[in-house]
């Protein structure tokens, strides 16, 4: 059991997420059910659900989840229920239920303690940390964004102290997404350093690959767009080798763009709708309204642009996120959308197009899209609205 288990966990973190992985963590979980061995049933369905979430392979997560609620209920131990609610919030995050994702995450945290490098060793992640990062972005996709910005703050500090590589790895890549989302390069900036500190100095192959994909959005955000360009193809290439999904849509919407506005719509198209299919495939939803995003963007991209498809998938894009609940997506969709209408002189369908959803944030007011979208608004007022220059990704 511990052998099948070391191999499974080495194989993720040097060569990535293969079915190999798989194989050897399930091999590992079947003597452990054999045994009736509680304890290590928990520790291999963490390393699952990292696996899973790696892959952001909802129903896999789902299933790992089960089982350790399972586990737990069986033993009745608070420190269990603890390890479940962690892997049920994983799932729910990553199946799109951001307001059941948050009500087991929270509960993970009230009862696990502060992380050590024991605690990440034993379960082959850092529970408290994972439970950290999922509610950080769970918080940010419904549009909790201040919330989110701080519980960013806290999984890094808490990650840091760990003193675990791989905790304070995984945590300084899933809070970088959001850093972006914001424009906040200050943050971008020390992190990213902190990332590429880490990946260099280990053999942990995946991460170095993600570094790559960090330093090309950090790149393009700087205006080095080719060399930007060139680290997001490399990261994409060496991620798809590693099945590490985890932050491929960030890499390939910024990407995409980048070529659209080079006049290469057609293989801006191919990467998206390849990307597109790979998350539909494991029904991982919450990327999608992000991808239809960037499909319409790609279609205004470049010397003919092409509005009424663009208008087709920021729809698209709209309603999808309506459904997740995911406003802050839908808002910058519909920014783009409202641009469009500007444009059009039609400032009314502008104006009553973002302020339905303007008004559904009750935080996050000083960040880039609201301000942006408070904007619109303000000049509608006035009668003097005019297209608003934005980052489009």
């Known amino acids: 059991m511990e052998i099948h288990a070391s191999y499974a966990l080495a194989l993720m973190l040097i060569e990535g997420d293969s079915e190999k992985v798989r194989t050897a963590f399930y091999t590992a979980l079947g003597f452990a059910e054999r045994c009736d061995d509680d304890l290590q049933q928990l520790c291999l369905l963490s390393g699952l659900s990292m696996y899973f979430l790696h892959l952001t392979d909802a129903a896999g997560a789902r299933d790992v989840a089960s089982r350790g609620e399972a586990v737990a209920a069986k033993t009745g131990r608070r420190d ?19 307001l059941l994702a948050q009500k087991h995450l929270e509960a993970a945290l009230r009862d696990l303690p502060d992380e050590a490098p024991s605690i990440a060793s034993q379960y082959m992640f850092a529970p408290r940390s994972q439970s950290l990062m999922c509610l950080t972005r769970s918080h940010w996709l419904v549009g909790n964004i201040d919330q989110a910005i701080r ?3 806290t999984t890094i500090e808490e990650a840091d102290k760990s003193e675990h590589p791989i905790t304070l790895i995984s945590a300084l890549g899933m809070m970088m997404s959001l850093y972006f989302w914001i424009d906040d390069l200050p943050q971008v900036e020390r992190n990213l350093a902190k990332f590429e500190y880490i990946s260099g100095k280990t053999f942990f192959g995946p991460y170095r690959a993600v570094a790559h994909g960090l330093k090309g959005l950090y790149l393009l955000r700087t205006d080095r767009t080719s060399e930007g360009m060139r680290y997001l193809r490399e990261a994409l290439k060496r991620l798809t080798v590693r099945r590490y999904k985890m932050l491929v849509s960030d890499f390939a919407t910024e990407l995409a763009i980048c070529m659209a506005k080079q006049n290469h719509r057609a293989e ?5 709708d390849e990307v597109i299919a790979s998350y539909t495939e494991v029904n991982m939803v919450i990327h999608l309204p992000a991808l239809f995003l960037t499909k319409a963007l790609v279609f205004l991209q470049g010397e003919a642009p092409d509005p009424k498809s663009a208008e087709e998938y920021l729809e698209r894009s709209m309603a999808v996120a309506r459904k997740q609940s995911a406003l802050p997506y839908e808002l910058r969709a519909a920014l783009q959308l409202a641009q469009i209408r500007i444009v059009s002189d039609d400032a009314e369908g502008a104006r009553d197009l973002i302020r339905p959803i303007y008004m559904r944030f009750s935080e996050g007011f000083e960040t880039p899209d609201l301000i942006r979208a408070r904007e619109i608004l303000d000049r509608a007022m006035q009668g003097t609205v005019h297209t608003v220059s934005r980052r489009p990704s």
Do not use: K, P, V
């Open 151 to 153: 519980y960013a703050e």
């Open 268 to 272: 801006a198209l191919i990467l998206i």
């Open 80 to 98: 269990d229920a603890s390890i479940a609610n962690c892997l049920l919030g994983t799932a729910h995050y990553l199946s799109g239920d951001q």
